[in-house]
């Protein structure tokens, strides 16, 4: 439909989740087999797990990462600021994988959910966090500039501190959905 191109946020919404009707949501390791390519040969998930324990970004004994000594969910802060966390554990898994393959990450954790991506359309979409291309592929007046373009995201995400439980699942994953929508409509 044109609705969401109309440069109307709230039209836009509406537009988006008339044409979807219904989104399926699977269980993770539904995702996992069923979704997701192989892992790499060469990336070994056990030696991995083994160099984010012994340089104390993960803690076997608790279960958790150091960026979340606690629940997320039992956190009193925003959710920017609770998720915050995430680009050091990225950074630390994307080391020790580099470390073991030899090879470079193509892309890098960005969380700046206040800032939306540039975009030819206007575009009010703010992600609370993206996956960005090392290399950018963006073109025309993005292509020079130091701005992220939604031409060189991968992969948005948006956070939630609550498990979906608590009765407002439509609502957490419509706002998910439109967030990603969005940014792939720009």
Not at 43 to 64: D, P, W
Not at 100 to 125: C, D, H
């Amino acid at each position: 439909m044109q609705s969401y191109r109309t440069g109307n946020l709230s039209l836009e919404k509406q537009a988006v989740l008339r044409d979807l009707d219904h989104v399926a949501v699977v269980p993770l390791d539904y995702f996992n087999t069923a979704v997701l390519p192989p892992l790499h040969p060469r990336i070994n998930i056990g030696e991995i797990e083994s160099r984010l324990t012994n340089s104390r970004v993960l803690s076997m004994k608790s279960g958790r990462w150091a960026a979340f000594p606690r629940d997320p969910e039992k956190e009193a802060s925003h959710e920017d600021t609770v998720f915050g966390g995430l680009c050091l554990v990225f950074d630390a898994i994307v080391q020790a994988a580099q470390g073991i393959t030899g090879t470079a990450s193509k892309l890098s954790f960005v969380q700046k959910p206040a800032t939306p991506p540039m975009s030819e359309r206007t575009n009010t979409s703010r992600p609370d966090a993206y996956l960005l291309l090392v290399n950018k592929k963006s073109v025309g007046k993005y292509a020079k500039r130091s701005v992220h373009c939604w031409d060189d995201i991968a992969v948005s995400f948006e956070f939630k501190k609550c498990d979906g439980r608590s009765g407002n699942e439509r609502i957490d994953v419509s706002h998910t959905l439109l967030s990603n929508f969005m940014g792939l409509t720009s």
